[in-house]
């Protein structure tokens, strides 16, 4: 019994060892390839020290100037995320196989993966070209990129809802309008509620940079400290951030417990 055992272990053993080399050649391979060697991490240690030494002492004289702009990457974030929320509903009903054809899912489909296929810079440096530097091009950028992780989220929980009140209310001719309504709002109304808070948490952070392309919020004031190496203001900015975004993460747990 002891040498079946034995015998039943060593390919695991074996399996673990082959996991290991195939991870550190995988690993050393990609190192070689995007030119990211250890060494210059290495090398690069005592310049990260003389940073981190500098951002330990925060200028708090910087708060005050930062509050709006932290006031209005919150803003940025909540509207933008509102409005994606909004866009999402009928796209994620289309885009949902057990709800309509594959002539509509599809395309529907294919014009969410293109959305989320675009950076979300890349999508703001676009409204900023069209619209100027501000606010506005940030909410929209943030408005496209909320649709796509919403929509995608949505449309899958739709289609893992309960059939049964689907069959029902098709059974006795209610149209498709009215069977969406009654049958599938109700049993997916609390994930979605879930998904809108889990991207505003997310677009908090991703509004703190969008000012690297003109679309207002915090990013402006990244990159005026980065630009002038200023890393004692770079800190406080930091810290900012980091308590808005413990409070928001602890309102939204608290939120999606109450839904669950």
């Known amino acids: 019994m002891e040498q079946q055992m034995k015998l039943l272990s060593k390919p695991r053993k074996t399996k673990h060892l082959l996991t290991a080399v195939l991870l550190f050649i995988l690993f050393y391979a990609s190192s070689v390839n995007t030119k990211a060697y250890v060494e210059d991490l290495i090398s690069g240690l005592p310049n990260m020290q003389s940073i981190l030494v500098s951002m330990a002492s925060p200028d708090w004289s910087y708060v005050e100037p930062i509050i709006t702009p932290v006031l209005d990457t919150i803003r940025m974030a909540f509207i933008g995320t509102l409005l994606g929320a909004i866009l999402s509903i009928p796209v994620s009903f289309l885009a ?8 509509i899912t599809i395309p529907a489909r294919f014009i969410l993966n293109i959305i989320r296929a675009i950076p979300e810079l890349l999508i703001a440096a676009l409204f900023v070209a069209i619209f100027g530097m501000g606010m506005i091009p940030g909410i929209l950028a943030i408005a496209f990129f909320s649709m796509g992780i919403i929509t995608k989220l949505l449309y899958e929980s739709i289609e893992t809802i309960d059939p049964g009140p689907l069959e029902a209310m098709t059974a006795v001719g209610s149209k498709k ?17 879930s998904y809108v808070l889990y991207t505003f948490e997310i677009n908090v952070r991703a509004a703190a940079i969008l000012g690297y392309v003109g679309a207002g919020g915090i990013g402006v004031n990244y990159e005026k400290v980065l630009g002038f190496l200023q890393y004692d203001k770079l800190s406080t900015i930091v810290l900012a951030m980091f308590v808005v975004v413990v409070i928001i993460d602890w309102i939204s ?3 999606r417990e109450r839904l669950v």
């Open 96 to 103: 949902a196989n057990n709800l309509f054809s594959k002539w």
């Open 177 to 193: 309008l009215v069977w969406i309504r009654f049958a599938v709002v109700p049993q997916v109304l609390a994930s979605y509620t």
């Open 253 to 255: 747990t608290k939120l």
